[in-house]
Nanobody, 114 residues
């Protein structure tokens, strides 16, 4: 059974940084592309970043390009989202997802506020 556990969220001031982690269980992690999504209050869930199975290909939403970096460790079966220069509009619940599957983790809250 696919299980995804996100962590690393919190409250940070504008301009600050956070690093999110997503630990994966129940499938052959290194075979699958992974992604980060976010959902702000009152808005639809949106794709933030995506990384290929071996990590050689990444892509980002225009709103986070140059500020966020997605990476993965196939030994630890974990993906990461390094978020720099955070803005209030980055406030959301962040979720990781296996690109090929429909299940979601519980998410981790990121709040950017002074």
């Amino acid at each position: 059974q696919v299980q995804l556990v996100e962590s690393g969220g919190g409250l940070v001031q504008p301009g600050g940084s956070l690093r999110l982690s997503c630990a994966a269980f129940g499938f052959t992690f290194s075979n699958y592309a992974m992604s980060w999504y976010r959902q702000a209050p009152g808005k639809e869930r949106e794709l933030v970043a995506r990384i290929s199975a071996v990590g050689g290909s990444v892509s980002y939403a225009d709103s986070v390009k140059g500020r966020f970096t997605i990476s993965r460790d196939n030994v630890k079966k974990t993906i990461y989202l390094q978020m720099n220069s955070l803005k209030p509009e980055d406030t959301a619940v962040y979720y990781c997802k296996v690109v090929a599957f429909t299940s979601w983790g519980q998410g981790t809250q990121v709040t950017v506020s002074s």
